[in-house]
């Protein structure tokens, strides 16, 4: 009787480790600045998404959020002529890019915080010398006040400190945003701290499985 108790008692051991081994991790949404987050999307509100924009890929071809439709997206803010902390986060990308590069549910995007220097041509050279997949990681130009109204009030990018500047004052941060398919938040990244893209891997693995 003793040996079936401890058969039993495996069973149940062994089909609860299963049970927590395949049980799927939820992200937080955010909808504010702070990043505070919020477990559960209310029904009767609209929740804070990425609203609809125009901007230019390095190829010149147009990318608005249509291009996001059913795409989980890592976003973040550069420039080419960046000597300080852009590369290292350009170098950060393309490791997610290497990881994800057969994932089609996966989209890489770079927006130029100096898009009067970053033209079209500027940044195709540019993704040529970073090894960056056109189809995986677009590198976006447009009109400065749009990319500053976006990053600032819609990806709050540079958190609740930056919400309020105008686009007079130079938008430059590190981080790295988790967009859903639906285009919300679901997560902010140092892009220059391998644990964090560690993490951030894991996490855009998880919301995959949403």
């Known amino acids: 009787m003793r040996g079936l108790f401890h058969i039993i008692l495996s069973i149940v051991f062994l089909v609860s480790c299963t049970e927590k081994t395949t049980e799927v991790r939820k992200l937080p949404y955010y909808n504010t600045s702070d990043f505070t987050p919020v477990w559960e999307l209310p029904k009767d509100t609209a929740f804070h998404s990425i609203r609809p924009f125009s901007l230019v890929d390095q190829k010149g071809e147009e990318f608005t959020e249509a291009n996001l439709e059913g795409k989980i997206c890592v976003v973040d803010f550069f420039f080419t002529t960046c000597p300080g902390i852009c590369p290292k986060m350009t170098n950060n990308m393309a490791i997610l890019q290497k990881e994800f590069l057969e994932d089609d549910n996966i989209l890489l995007l770079s927006h130029s915080v100096t898009p ?3 033209s079209i041509s500027v940044l195709k050279k540019y993704a040529i010398a970073k ?3 056109y189809n995986k ?3 976006l130009t447009g009109k400065k006040d749009e990319i500053y109204d976006l990053g600032r009030k819609y990806y709050f990018v540079e958190e609740d400190l930056g919400e309020n ?4 004052i ?3 941060t590190e981080n790295f945003v988790l967009i859903d398919k639906n285009r919300i938040i679901r997560g902010i990244y140092n892009g220059l701290d391998p644990n964090s893209i560690t993490a951030l891997t894991a996490d855009i693995k998880e919301l995959e499985k949403e």
């Not at 500047?165 to 007079?168: A, E, F, L, Q």
């Open 137 to 139: 990681w677009k590198l």
């Open 170 to 172: 130079f938008l430059h």
């Open 165 to 168: 500047k105008d686009v007079s």
């Open 116 to 118: 009067e220097r970053d």
């Open 131 to 133: 090894g960056v997949d």
